[in-house]
C-alpha cells in the first residue's frame, strides 16, 4: 500500500527551527518529485516547495524563500523540511505529496503534521 | 498564475447536479496538448484527494459521477448527482508553470 507519514510537528516559539519528516512506503520513492503543501487553520492550501527525484533544481514559494529548505534521502525513503525562523504566520497543518511524473498532480498525499508557532 | 473559483460556498441537495468554475490568469494549455489543471476534495479532517487531472481524466477510483472539463483558462468541476460523501472543501491546482510555485484555487466549500 503507497502511504506517506509525516513527522515532526510540534509547538515552537517565533525565531526557532524545525524539521519535518515524510516517510514513504509502497512504491519507488526515489522515482518521483516530492512537494510540500500547507493549510493554515480554516484556510485553504499554499504550495510551498518541490524537490525533483533527484534533488537538483528545488523551487520555494516567496512566503518561505531563504527561510524553509527540502531535501530528500532516496536511500531512506524520506522527504525532509528544514523550517528556520519560523513566524506566527506559518501555524499550519504540512502535507507532503508525491507528483505524477505523467501528469503533474499530486497524487498521493500524507495526512499532514501540526506546526504551531506561539509565544 | 491566479487561480479564482466560483462559486466559494456551494448548497446543494442531494441527487442534484452541482459545478464548480476555476478560471487561471494564464492560459494552462502546455504545447502538448494537456492542460495542466487537477481538481481535489479535501473531506472533513482529511487530506486532499485527487479527483481530475489534466483538466478532465478521472483520477483512479473516483465514482464517474465526477467529471472535467474546460482548456486554456477556463474550467468545471461537475458533479452529476451530488451525494452526501461528496461534502468537503474542492481545490483546483496549476501545475503548468515552470519554474513554479504552483497555485491553488481559493477553495469552494460544497455542503448538503
Known amino acids: 500500500q503507497m502511504q506517506l507519514v509525516e513527522s515532526g510537528g510540534g509547538m515552537v516559539q517565533p525565531g526557532r527551527s524545525l524539521r519535518l519528516s515524510c516517510d514513504a512506503s509502497g512504491f519507488i520513492f526515489g522515482d518521483f518529485a516530492m512537494h510540500w503543501v500547507r493549510q493554515a487553520p480554516g484556510q485553504g492550501l499554499e504550495w510551498l516547495t518541490v524537490i525533483p527525484y533527484d534533488g537538483i533544481n528545488r523551487h520555494y514559494a516567496d512566503s518561505v524563500e531563504g527561510r524553509f529548505a527540502i531535501s530528500r534521502d532516496n536511500s531512506k525513503n524520506t522527504l525532509y523540511l528544514q523550517m528556520n525562523n519560523l513566524r506566527l504566520e506559518d501555524t499550519a497543518l504540512y502535507y507532503c505529496?508525491?507528483?505524477?511524473?505523467?501528469?503533474?498532480?499530486?497524487?498521493?498525499w500524507g495526512q499532514g503534521t501540526w506546526v504551531t508557532v506561539s509565544s | 498564475i491566479v487561480l479564482t473559483q466560483s462559486p466559494l460556498s456551494l448548497p446543494v441537495t442531494p441527487g442534484e447536479p452541482a459545478s464548480i468554475s476555476c478560471r487561471s490568469s494564464q492560459n494552462l494549455l502546455y504545447v502538448n496538448g494537456n492542460n495542466y489543471l487537477n481538481w481535489y476534495l479535501q473531506r472533513p479532517g482529511q487530506p486532499p484527494q485527487l479527483l481530475i487531472y489534466m483538466g478532465s481524466t478521472r483520477a483512479s477510483g473516483v465514482p464517474d459521477r465526477f467529471s472535467g472539463s474546460g482548456s486554456g483558462t477556463d474550467f468545471t468541476l461537475r458533479i452529476s448527482r451530488v451525494e452526501a460523501e461528496d461534502v468537503g472543501l474542492y481545490f483546483c491546482l496549476q501545475a503548468l508553470q515552470t519554474p513554479p510555485p504552483y497555485t491553488f484555487g481559493q477553495g469552494t466549500k460544497l455542503e448538503i
Open positions: 505529496a508525491r507528483e505524477s511524473p505523467s501528469s503533474g498532480a499530486f497524487d498521493l
